[in-house]
């Protein structure tokens, strides 16, 4: 049943007429507080994202100015994951405006910089 209901969730997301990137921490973060497994599934896809792109561009920085740089942990658990983003948009509420993409960057930077 909560499968069901995050399923559902997750497409009522997909099926609001805006961008993925126009996704912002005022939207995430209650998501997330809401149904913790929600974030979860957002933040993994993150991660697989950057993980795919970074592949692609044979191991080069997605932003190529040193204080952007990223270095996830090999074998990182999702629970950690989500726990540093949480973690982020706790302790910064001035940030929510920004989209959701981008405070995962910062969140991720600040946790595992290179």
Sequence with gaps: MKYAIMVLTLLGVLATPRLASAITGNDLYPWCKADRNF????????????TAKSIARRQKDLFRHPTMKVCLPSNLPRKQQTDVFLNYLRDHPEMWDKTAGILAWLAFKDAWPC
């Design 39 to 50: 974030c979860v599934v957002y933040i993994e896809g993150w991660v697989n994202g950057v």
